[in-house]
């Protein structure tokens, strides 16, 4: 089963940073595109970031028109980690952050392809 655990989210002023984790347990991490969501209040869950796979694909990374200049994924191999750095936050980034795994060596922004979710990490931005 694959489970997946993110955390770093907190409080932070705008125009600060911060950066969420996210360990993925019981798959082969390498093989499978990974990506970052969010859900604001009253708001549907939308895509924010991801990444290709490392085996069949470079790691290509996409990124959603509202946070490209402002948000990097990387993702450590070694660690099972994905991560998600975050700078010059705004409060309209303010949302919980999930991320997520698809059976797939190729990322999309859509929510509804990914096969996997972990709990997710709040992200408040006070302006």
């Known amino acids: 089963e694959v489970q997946l655990q993110a955390s770093g989210g907190g409080l932070v002023q705008a125009g600060g940073s911060l950066r969420l984790s996210c360990v993925v347990s019981g798959s082969t991490f390498d093989d499978y595109a990974i990506g970052w969501f969010r859900q604001a209040p009253g708001k549907e869950r939308e895509g924010v970031s991801c990444?290709?796979?490392?085996?069949?694909?470079?790691?290509?990374?996409r990124y959603a028109d509202s946070v490209k200049g402002r948000f990097t994924i990387s993702r450590d191999n070694a660690k099972n980690t994905l991560y998600l750095q975050m700078s010059s936050l705004k409060p309209e980034d303010t949302a919980v952050y999930h991320c997520?795994?698809?059976?797939?060596?190729?990322?999309?922004?859509?929510?509804?392809?990914?096969?996997?979710w972990g709990q997710g990490t709040l992200v408040t931005v006070s302006s």
């Open positions: 997520a795994v698809r059976r797939d060596s190729w990322c999309v922004l859509s929510p509804n392809q990914y096969d996997y």
């Open positions: 990444i290709n796979s490392i085996t069949n694909d470079d790691g290509s990374t």
